[in-house]
């Protein structure tokens, strides 16, 4: 949702505006993310730690199993270059998820997926068809997703990124 869109329905829904930004603030937060090597760093909810690599080539950000991501980058790539080039890696491979996802869900929703791009996820596209958070909306989102609450009880449990 863009801003222009956005806008009237933050100012057309004031309580829900107060409590979703109160719940926000007394969240945790991660603290800043460093570039070194064994610093911890998340992606899709899991920790990993960081292993920097300073060599000639191109950049890359590869996962190493379930518990360290490796970044190579060239010796003279300073810290906040690192940061743009883990943040690009990682959105990089994020699309790549979303885009499965928008293969599963395309039959589903006949073709709304697609146009959607990537920023759609199961929630989202399943008001495509039904505007609320009702027993509809429940069971249609229970069809290819039936593990979603828990997983969204673990979303609503994470700790945030500094911003």
Not at 29 to 39: F, G, I, L, P, W
Request: proline share 6%; charged share 25%.
């Amino acid at each position: 949702m863009t801003k222009p869109y956005a806008w009237p329905y933050v100012v057309g829904k004031p309580r829900w505006t107060k409590r979703q930004r109160a719940q926000l603030q007394t969240q945790p937060t991660q603290s800043q993310r460093r570039m070194v090597s064994d610093a911890s760093h998340y992606f899709l909810g899991q920790r990993y730690r960081l292993r920097v690599i300073e060599e000639g080539g191109s950049h890359r950000l590869p996962l190493r199993g379930k518990a360290s991501m490796l970044l190579t980058v060239r010796s003279d790539t300073t810290p906040e270059k690192k940061q743009e080039i883990h943040h690009t890696l990682c959105r990089a491979e994020l699309k790549k998820l979303v885009s499965e996802l928008l293969d599963k869900w395309q039959p589903i929703l006949g073709g709304y997926g697609q146009r959607l791009g990537y920023q759609a996820h199961e929630d989202q596209m399943t008001h495509l068809l039904e505007r609320h958070h009702n027993e509809r909306f429940t069971g249609l989102l229970d069809q290819p997703l039936p593990q979603w609450r828990p997983l969204r009880e673990e979303l609503n449990g994470l700790v945030l990124a500094e911003f």
